[in-house]
Nanobody
Framework: VQLQASGGGLVQAGGSLRLSCGAS????????VGWFRQAPGKEREFVAA??????????ADSVKGRFTISRDNAKITNTVYLQMNSLKPEDTAVYYC??????????????WGQGTLVTVSS
């Protein structure tokens, strides 16, 4: 499974962005899909995940109520989204999407996208 993350950019604090994670090579409907982020000098951290089952979503405490993860399993689109609202400067990081059997752990994912940079200015 090849993953492609997109949608990052520069936004002011309080603004919104929507990240997309597309899959090619194989549908990732059989996998959980997660978003992680890594700020300069920090370890990669869990942001949000969506399981294979409809309605099973998980969020880091730092983004609950502001970020929403969703997936479109249609064969044509085959995309997972991360809607990010009320962005804060501390949300600045490279965001990665990943697919695999896991949920919140970095080591639980087998496939990773290349990352997309989100910069939130104060």
């Amino acid at each position: 499974v090849q993953l492609q993350a997109s949608g990052g950019g520069l936004v002011q604090a309080g603004g919104s962005l929507r990240l997309s994670c597309g899959a090619s090579g194989r549908t990732f409907t059989t996998y959980a899909v997660g978003w992680f982020r890594q700020a300069p000098g920090k370890e990669r951290e869990f942001v949000a995940a969506i399981g294979r089952s409809v309605g099973s979503t998980y969020y880091a405490d730092s983004v609950k109520g502001r970020f929403t993860i969703s997936r479109d399993n249609a064969k044509i689109t085959n995309t997972v989204y991360l809607q990010m609202n009320s962005l804060k400067p501390e949300d600045t990081a490279v965001y990665y999407c990943a697919a695999g059997p896991g949920l919140t752990g970095v080591n639980e994912y087998d496939y990773w996208g290349q990352g997309t940079l989100v910069t939130v200015s104060s």
